[in-house]
């Protein structure tokens, strides 16, 4: 059974879901906030595999776009921390980012189909990244979502005030120790690894 964090932390892939409407269950993304070691439903998805695809992938985009001059961080080396005014703990580490003089450009790997939260969570990097380390304060900062078979960009002019409102709107609904409402579905409960036994409104 679930226990209780410490302090609420939000992974970044949680907040990007939920903001690009790829989850509509709020409750779902609060109760992983809040909550930790809990009960999960059983999956048959291919971890193992899957880090293979992307490591791979990951190397070759840092082959494509490392030069002469250009300072690369990988994974770890670019994990942040941000901290909501509610004390929510924000984290995540893109992929890869590439920086050069006056500029650095945020690139984060997907080895499946296209989905719109996969841009917001590097528009999240782009917000976060400069707040966390100094070293890209300043700097002209874009990103990239790189596929197998095409790269979407994301110029630094995306996040703008609206961007942030939003931003801020989301984590502000986070931030409530009572919980919102769920909503559960066929289709909204079949991608939740929250098990039954944790949400009684589950659709199994």
């Known amino acids: 059974m679930a226990t209780k964090r410490p302090r609420p ?8 879901r939920l903001m690009a409407g790829d989850t509509n269950c709020e409750w779902a993304t609060w109760f992983r906030t809040y909550h930790k070691d809990y009960d999960r439903v059983p999956s048959d998805f291919n971890l193992a595999a899957w880090r293979v695809s992307h490591t791979r992938l990951v190397r070759e985009t840092r082959r494509r776009v490392e030069g002469d001059g250009k300072v690369v961080l990988q994974e770890s080396q670019a994990e942040f921390w941000y901290e909501s005014p509610g004390g929510i703990r924000l984290s995540g580490s893109p992929d890869l980012v590439v920086i050069d003089s006056d500029s650095a450009i945020i690139y984060d790997c997907r080895t499946g189909k296209h989905r719109d939260a996969d841009a917001v969570q590097v528009m999240i990097y782009m917000y976060c990244l400069p707040l966390s380390h100094p070293e890209l304060a300043g700097k002209k900062l874009s990103g990239a979502v790189v596929y197998r078979q095409h790269q979407v960009d994301i110029p630094a002019s995306a996040i703008n005030d609206r961007w942030i409102g939003d931003f801020e709107f989301f984590l502000d609904s986070l ?30």
Do not use: N
Request: hydrophobic share 25%; with cysteine; aromatic share 10%.
């Open 9 to 16: 932390y939000l992974w970044v892939t949680w907040l990007s």
């Open 175 to 204: 931030e409530s120790p009572d919980p919102p409402p769920t909503v559960p579905s066929g289709s909204e409960c079949a991608y939740c690894d929250i098990a039954k036994s944790e949400c009684s409104d589950r659709v199994e």
